[in-house]
């Protein structure tokens, strides 16, 4: 499966942004979809994942509360939303596919910068 990361940029502290990850290639259903960033200097980290049945969510501590991930099965995509956004949000955020039944998450986008700044 092959996956496309988009909807990145600048946003202020408090602001919203939302994620999308296209994916093509695959079979959509088969996949559990996990979202992750690398902060500037820093090593990449879990930030949540959407069972392939969309029934399941598990997020980071950092963002649980925050952020929301769901899945649209009719146009093969995730979503990553985020809300009440922090500078340490700061990173390159990338989404990645676990087929079912895998072994974790073999399928990584090219990852989408999002800044947090004043």
């Known amino acids: 499966v092959q996956l496309q990361a988009s909807g990145g940029g600048l946003v202020h502290p408090g602001g919203s942004l939302r994620l999308s990850c296209a994916t093509s290639?695959?079979?959509?259903?088969?996949?559990?979809m996990g979202w992750f960033r690398q902060p500037p200097g820093k090593e990449r980290d879990l930030v949540g994942y959407?069972?392939?049945?969309?029934?399941?969510?598990y997020y980071a501590d950092s963002v649980k509360g925050r952020f929301t991930i769901s899945r649209d099965t009719a146009k093969n995509t995730v979503y990553l939303q985020m809300n009440s956004l922090k500078p340490e949000d700061t990173a390159v955020y990338y989404c990645?596919?676990?087929?079912?039944?895998?072994?974790?998450?073999?399928?990584w986008g090219q990852g989408t910068l999002v800044t947090v700044s004043s």
């Open positions: 990645a596919a676990a087929l079912r039944g895998g072994l974790g998450f073999g399928s």
């Open positions: 290639g695959g079979t959509f259903s088969s996949y559990t």
């Open positions: 959407i069972s392939w049945s969309g029934h399941s969510t």
